[in-house]
């Protein structure tokens, strides 16, 4: 079983604030890991896919800019900034429990309130 | 590009009765499709999936049919219990190249008893 730990789970964010977020990998044999996120209401959608320590990427959508950073083999980041004030968001990681088109599997993820 | 579309939720229903969670979708190519299931607190896991259109995915009494022709993917159960209050996603995959496969959600669809 793949299994992935998160924290923080929940933060309050100031307005202005950018917040860090990490996943944890505890295993998996394929490399990949991802991230979504979800605003209330909302779908979940994909954000990111890193393979390899080093990998960075970065993304501006409505309402927030992200950077995410494979730090190592079992660790991946997400650099939140700029959200919009009063924004409730949901962001979770995710790892493949098999090769090309397996199941993802989750990590409990973290809610963020932006003030 | 890719988008999933489901029932809009809330849906309250009584114990014991039937339950429909309507999903259809759009894609250029052929997905992988998935229903997958989140309880409060916890990242979404899956509830099955289906590789091959016109076959069924099944598990915990929850059943779905891949629909080609009708591009839809209803998630159905015969009789509801408490423990199946929660929110419903239907997903779709498909090859992204990257070597891993990368999920589209639907909104969810948030399903409770009535008390």
């Known amino acids: 079983v793949t299994l992935l730990e998160q924290n923080p789970r929940w933060r309050l964010v100031p307005r202005g604030q950018a917040v860090n977020l990490r996943c944890i990998l505890k295993?998996?044999?394929?490399?990949?890991m991802s991230w979504y996120q979800q605003d209330l209401q909302k779908q979940l959608q994909w954000l990111f896919t890193?393979?390899?320590?080093?990998?960075?990427?970065v993304k501006s959508l409505p309402g927030a800019d992200y950077l995410a950073t494979r730090v190592t083999d079992t660790e991946l980041r997400l650099q939140v900034a700029n959200m919009s004030q009063g924004r409730t968001l949901y962001c979770t990681c995710s790892a493949p429990t098999g090769g090309v088109q397996d199941t993802q599997y989750f990590g409990p993820g973290t809610r963020l309130l932006v003030l | 590009g890719d988008s999933v579309t489901q029932t809009e939720g809330p849906v309250t229903l009584s114990e014991g009765t039937s339950l429909t969670v309507n999903c259809s979708y759009e894609?250029?190519?052929?997905?992988?499709l998935f229903w997958y299931v989140q309880y409060p607190g916890e990242g979404p896991q899956l509830l099955f999936k289906?590789?091959?259109?016109?076959e069924k995915g099944s598990s915990r009494g929850f059943e779905a049919t891949y629909n080609k022709e009708a591009t839809s993917f209803h998630l159905q159960k015969a009789s509801v219990q408490e423990s199946d209050s929660a929110v419903y996603y239907c997903?779709?995959?498909?090859?992204?190249?990257?070597?891993?496969?990368?999920?589209?959600f639907g909104k969810g669809t948030k399903f409770s008893l009535i008390p």
């Open positions: 894609t250029k190519q052929y997905p992988t």
């Open positions: 295993n998996s044999q394929y490399p990949w």
């Open positions: 890193l393979r390899s320590p080093g990998d960075k990427e």
């Open positions: 289906v590789p091959k259109a016109n």
């Open positions: 997903a779709l995959s498909r090859p992204s190249g990257t070597g891993s496969n990368r999920l589209t």
